[in-house]
């Protein structure tokens, strides 16, 4: 599956996208393209729901962690970055409504 362009950005590494029948988590990585270039590609995996998408992308971004301590870090990052989606996802459906 090809990235849409319609995704829901929840940080510079993670968004997310709701398909026919699964949420779809797009994790960026460090690739290279066909020349050896530096590329940023996107790895994805499909969802029954939202909440297992999310817990996979925390889960994700607490993958290099080395302390229990980092692991909670890595978690709280991410509830603060989907926090601030939401609330400027809330933000803009009151000033559609006005």
């Known amino acids: 599956m090809r990235k849409p362009d319609?995704?829901?950005v929840i940080n510079s590494r993670v968004e997310v996208y709701k398909d026919k029948r699964n949420w779809v988590v797009f994790l960026a990585y460090s690739g290279k393209d066909?020349?050896?270039e530096p590329k940023i590609q996107w790895q994805e995996s499909f969802h029954r729901t939202l909440s297992q998408a999310l817990m996979y992308a925390a889960e994700d971004a607490a993958v290099d962690a080395g302390s229990f301590d980092e692991i909670i870090n890595a978690y709280d990052l991410l509830r603060n970055d989907i926090f601030q989606?939401?609330?400027?996802?809330?933000?803009?459906l009151a000033t559609s409504k006005e």
Request: hydrophobic letters at 30%.
């Open 6 to 8: 319609k995704t829901i």
């Open 34 to 36: 066909k020349n050896g």
């Open 85 to 92: 989606y939401a609330t400027r996802l809330e933000s803009l």
